[in-house]
């Protein structure tokens, strides 16, 4: 087996960060409605910084995978980086290619994450059309 794919499996039975914040800043929920993956993130935000950060959810392997190698590179980092992230960002992260079949599954988890900041800043939300531009 690939060793980047055996990271996915790896992440997807034994995710980093899963779980919930208790008196979290910030909860969002979001949905990859034609795979079926449903995810919520917990947010904690300290001095402009992602301080601490839980998912909770279901879906397919790359959904489970993407969220939880997504939060091990994103916790530390500034909001404004966060929400500058992207489609390859996520590639990267996962280190296997992605099929755009697998697009909104890869990308769920990161979509999640920029929405739950945005919300806690008050801002618009994204939606999937403002990622499609990442997919070429």
């Known amino acids: 087996m690939d060793i980047y794919a055996q990271n996915i499996l790896e992440h997807f039975k034994n995710p980093s960060n899963k779980g919930f914040i208790k008196g979290a800043d910030v909860t969002h929920n979001e949905a990859n409605l034609s795979c079926g993956d449903k995810l919520k993130v917990d947010l904690k935000i300290k001095n402009n910084k992602l301080a601490d950060f839980k998912f909770s959810g279901g879906g397919c392997a790359i959904s489970q995978a ?50 739950a900041i945005l919300k806690s800043k008050g801002k618009k939300l994204k939606k999937w059309n403002d990622y499609f531009f990442d997919l070429q």
């Not at 997504?70 to 290619?97: A, H, P, T």
């Open 66 to 115: 993407a969220i939880s190698i997504l939060g091990e590179q994103i916790i530390g980092k500034s909001l404004s980086l966060i929400l500058k992230l992207n489609f390859d960002d996520v590639k990267k992260y996962l280190g296997v290619s992605v099929s755009e079949r697998r697009a909104k599954c890869a990308l769920l988890g990161l979509i999640t994450v920029q929405n």
